[in-house]
């Protein structure tokens, strides 16, 4: 579906000056015809047809002041006429159209968990009021299509990384419009649409990584293993989930801009189990760098002893003072020294 930029149309003002000058003529109309019906404008055939021509007017008059349409900086009004799309409406300004001509917008009434882009379900009315002509009020709902970038939050969804693990995720996507007459004719409802297709993005992406760093998996899809991740990977997994929705949403006219991972956490059935592991894993990591610098300031200091020839160890002493060192260095408590006053032998 091409997309047909009306801007032709900006004569709003003087359309409406034209038609409150028709209706004051038309009210005219009925005075002097009700005169000459008197018989004192002279004339009874002339009276009728004034008379007429001003009850016609102000009676369907009104229908010329639907034509009239006025758009806000980035807004789009997509318009049809008797079921065909004739063009959009793109630039602020005070238009005139067909008052048949009717506004197309079947996401208008939608809403999602995103920045607030249509009415709070009000009506706007307009009051046309003639002499001798009951008032009307005529309901017109707003039907103008968003152009600014607007966020979508999605609601956060369970899905199972590539080891199995339950892990629950939410996404924010910056998003919007760029061409009307897709998002309007090409989808049902552009906004449903794009909400779904994140989801849909969102378990194929997730399924590929793990939530941490594991072995032996390939998350490119070249055949080698990496290390890419959930936690550790986010803006790359963010871009390939921006990726796999701007493919999906693009016969809808929908530009995706960005997207960002809001939330992320094991599901709670297992998040207990994995704090423990990750809890465990830090331990372990913390063990290791202890026991590797207390390996080193042993060493360090068997050499300084010998170089500075302190004292002359022989290969028993020099077991038992690195068994004491270690004791000392890797303990988790303060060590609390015992005078040795004797010797050893």
């Known amino acids: 579906m091409e997309e047909k930029i009306l801007q032709k149309n900006k004569n709003g003002m003087g359309m409406l000056l034209l038609f409150i000058l028709l209706y004051a003529a038309g009210i005219a109309a009925i005075v002097f ?132 693990n339950p892990v629950e995720i939410g996404i924010a996507v910056m998003w919007r419009v760029t061409n009307t007459a897709k998002a309007v004719f090409n989808v049902d409802n552009y906004k449903e649409y794009l909400s779904l297709q994140c989801d849909s993005a969102l378990r194929n992406i997730v399924r590929i990584y793990p939530y941490d760093v594991a072995e032996n998996v390939d998350t490119t899809g070249d055949g080698v293993a990496d290390e890419g991740s959930l936690r550790g990977s986010s803006e790359m997994v963010a871009d390939r989930i921006r990726k796999e929705i701007q493919n999906k949403v693009l016969d809808a006219g929908i530009e995706v801009i960005e997207a960002r991972i809001t939330y992320l956490a094991y599901a709670p059935e297992i998040a207990a189990v994995m704090l423990q592991r990750q809890q465990a894993s830090a331990i372990i990591d913390a063990r290791k760098m202890i026991v590797d610098g207390a390996v080193e300031m042993v060493e360090m200091a068997l050499e300084r002893l010998s170089e500075k020839e302190v004292v002359s160890l022989d290969e028993e002493r020099k077991a038992a003072m690195v068994s004491n060192l270690l004791v000392v260095l890797c303990g988790n408590r303060d060590a609390q020294p015992i005078v040795n006053s004797g010797s050893l032998y």
């Open 33 to 164: 015809g009700g005169i000459m019906l008197d018989g004192h404008g002279g004339g009874f055939v002339p009276g009728i047809i004034l008379l007429v021509l001003g009850i016609i007017y102000t009676a369907f008059g009104w229908i010329f002041f639907c034509g009239l349409k006025v758009l806000k900086p980035q807004e789009a009004l997509v318009l049809t006429l008797f079921g065909k799309y004739i063009g959009t409406l793109k630039e602020e300004g005070f238009y005139y159209v067909n008052p048949f001509c009717v506004s197309v917008n079947p996401a208008a009434g939608t809403k999602l968990n995103q920045s607030g882009d249509v009415e709070n379900g009000k009506e706007k009315f307009l009051q046309i009021s003639a002499s001798g002509v009951n008032s009307q009020m005529i309901s017109e709902s707003s039907k103008k299509i968003s152009l600014k970038i607007m966020t979508l939050n999605n609601s956060r969804q369970k899905v199972n990384d590539c080891l199995g």
